[in-house]
C-alpha cells in the first residue's frame, strides 16, 4: 500500500506565512518598547514612517499603513490564490504536524494581540486628555497663555507675548534629552529657514525643571543652536507644571532617572498670546505651521 505524500505549504500558504512575518516585523518597529530611552534611529524611523511621537502611538497615517498594508496584501493572495490557499490550508490541517504548526502560529498572534493592548495603554496616557487632537495634523485651537510668565537664558521674567507684536512657534524639551528634544529644534529651525521666516521666534519650555533651572538654560540654548531672539524658559517646579498643564502638554516623568516621556509637540503663539495652532507628533510638518501664520 502506497502512503500518501506528506502535506506541504505551496506557494500560496507559502505566500500567506511571508505576509504575517512582514506584518508581525512592521507591527514590532512600530510599537515594540524601547526602554526609557528611546536610540535616536528608531525615533526618527517611527517619525517618518509611522508619524510616531517618542514613548508614543502611530499617528492616523502610521495606522492606516499598519492595518491597510496587511489587509491589501492579504486581499491580493485572496484574489490570486484564494482556492489554492483554501486547498493548501486544508491539506496542512489534516497532518497533525502540520496543524502543530498553524495552532502555534495562532498563540503566538493571541500574543502578541495581548502584548499590544498593553502596549497601547502607557503610550495613549502620554495624550492629553483635555485637549484631544488629531496626532500628526495642525489642529486650530484657542488656549489662553497670556498669564504664563517664565524665566528665560538671560535670565528675564518673559511672557509668551512679550510685547513682540507677532507669532512665534512654542515647543517642549529639556536638557538631558540627547535624542528627540535636539531634533526637534533642529527641524523647526531648519523649517523656519526654508520658509524664510526668520522673524518668527522659537520658544521652547523645559519639561524638566527640576533640572532644567535658570542657570542651566544658557547652556541649553547654546546646545541647540538657538538664534539670539529665541528663548528657552523655565522656572520653579510648580510654575512650569502649572504652564504644562494649562496649555494641555502630555508628560510622563520617570522617577528613577528624571527623564520625560513625552509627544513632539509644536503649537503656534499669536501676539495675544493665545494657541491658535497645535502638532502633535509629525513635527517635521511644521512647514504647515508656518504657513498658517500670517
Given at each position: 500500500m502506497t502512503r500518501p505524500a506528506p502535506a506541504r505549504p505551496g506557494p500560496a500558504s507559502l505566500a500567506l506565512l511571508a505576509i504575517l512575518a512582514i506584518t508581525a516585523a512592521w507591527w514590532a518597529l512600530?510599537?515594540?518598547?524601547?526602554?526609557?530611552?528611546e536610540p535616536a534611529w528608531l525615533i526618527r524611523t517611527r517619525a517618518v514612517c509611522f508619524g510616531s511621537v517618542p514613548g508614543g502611538l502611530p499617528d492616523a497615517g502610521g495606522w492606516i499603513l499598519l492595518i491597510g498594508e496587511p489587509l491589501g496584501m492579504l486581499g491580493a493572495l485572496l484574489v490570486v490564490w484564494g482556492g489554492a490557499l483554501r486547498e493548501e490550508l486544508g491539506g496542512l490541517g489534516a497532518d497533525r504536524r502540520w496543524r502543530a504548526v498553524m495552532v502555534a502560529v495562532g498563540a503566538a498572534s493571541l500574543v502578541g494581540i495581548g502584548a499590544l493592548g498593553l502596549r497601547l495603554a502607557p503610550a495613549a496616557g502620554l495624550r492629553s486628555e483635555r485637549f484631544a487632537v488629531a496626532s500628526g495634523t495642525p489642529t486650530a485651537v484657542d488656549i489662553d497663555g497670556s498669564a504664563?510668565?517664565?524665566?528665560?537664558?538671560?535670565g528675564r521674567r518673559t511672557a509668551l507675548v512679550d510685547g513682540r507684536g507677532g507669532a512665534a512657534l512654542l515647543s517642549f524639551g529639556f536638557g538631558h534629552c540627547t535624542t528627540v528634544c535636539p531634533t526637534i529644534v533642529h527641524d523647526l529651525r531648519s523649517a523656519r529657514a526654508a520658509a524664510r521666516r526668520a522673524e518668527i521666534p522659537l520658544l521652547i519650555i523645559s519639561l524638566d525643571p527640576w533640572r532644567d533651572t535658570p542657570a542651566q538654560l544658557p547652556a541649553i540654548a547654546s546646545g541647540w543652536q538657538l538664534d539670539p531672539g529665541d528663548r528657552v524658559l523655565s522656572g520653579s517646579v510648580a510654575e512650569v507644571e502649572q504652564a504644562l498643564d494649562a496649555l494641555g502638554v502630555g508628560r510622563r516623568r520617570d522617577d528613577t532617572n528624571g527623564d520625560i516621556a513625552h509627544a513632539g509637540t509644536v503649537m503656534v503663539v499669536n501676539a495675544r498670546g493665545h494657541i491658535v495652532w497645535r502638532l502633535d507628533g509629525g513635527w517635521g510638518r511644521a512647514n504647515q505651521l508656518l504657513a498658517r501664520v500670517p
Open positions: 512600530a510599537l515594540w518598547p524601547a526602554g526609557a530611552v504664563i510668565v517664565l524665566t528665560d537664558q538671560y
